[in-house]
């Protein structure tokens, strides 16, 4: 069946690093790929999506590239806030349309 | 994007009851799922929930534990049953809107804490 594997957690970091949140994929098909942040106390947020390879995916400074060659869609941020502290989980959606979620990273991005 | 609307937001119940959870969306969507967020954990797909029909459940999920109604396009239920603390976690709903087919918006989520 479908799985997503993501970086264990937590990452901490100084506000203004890089940030990297891996994320590997195994499906049939050709599923659609997402980020979704859950910010404390509060619910499930789309960050970003791409539905093909090679697609990019982009939102609020974050990034993703969607890589059919090595089963990947890595999470990127140049530059962290103390406001991107939250959990990130990457995901898979294929032809069913249910999502398959990683395990979940906990950021916290330190002033 | 849908606008969904979850009850209650938050329960605290005692063991052996039941709870039903209620899932609201402002526009008609296609499909509707359940999943559960235990403590610390990720998310868990429950079933999908199907217009007029028994949802259909996922490995390790029952019917008759998880009972599951969608009468229309836009309300769906999930019932907890027999709750023990083990059901500890926050339940979500998701929908796939008719106009956006390759994202799914979550709801608020339900807390439930089982004593």
């Known amino acids: 069946g479908d799985s997503v594997t993501q970086m264990e957690g937590p990452v901490t970091l100084s506000e203004e690093a890089f940030l990297t949140i891996n994320c590997t994929y195994t499906?049939?098909?050709?599923?659609?790929l997402f980020w979704y942040v859950q910010y404390p106390g509060e619910g499930l947020q789309l960050l970003l999506k791409?539905?093909?390879?090679?697609d990019k995916g982009s939102n609020k400074g974050f990034e993703a590239t969607y890589r059919k060659e090595t089963t990947s869609f890595h999470l990127e941020k140049g530059s962290v806030q103390v406001s991107d502290s939250a959990v990130y989980f990457c995901a898979l959606s294929g032809s069913a349309r249910q999502l398959t979620f990683g395990s979940g990273t906990q950021l916290t991005v330190l002033p | 994007s849908a606008v969904i609307s979850q009850k209650p937001s938050r329960d605290i119940c005692q063991r052996g009851t039941s709870l039903t959870i209620q899932c609201q969306v402002d526009s008609q969507v296609t499909m509707m799922f359940w999943y559960r967020q235990q403590p610390g954990q990720s998310l868990t797909l429950i079933a999908t929930?199907?217009?007029?029909?028994?949802?259909?459940?996922e490995s390790g999920f029952v019917i008759d534990k998880f009972p599951i109604s969608r009468p229309n396009l836009t309300f769906s239920t999930l019932t907890v049953s027999n709750m023990s603390p083990e059901d500890s976690s926050i339940y979500l709903c998701s929908v796939v809107s008719l106009h956006i087919y390759n994202e799914q918006f979550f709801g608020p989520g339900t807390r439930l804490t089982v004593l």
């Open positions: 791409a539905t093909k390879a090679d």
């Open positions: 499906a049939t098909g050709y599923p659609s």
């Open positions: 929930a199907n217009q007029g029909s028994e949802a259909t459940y």
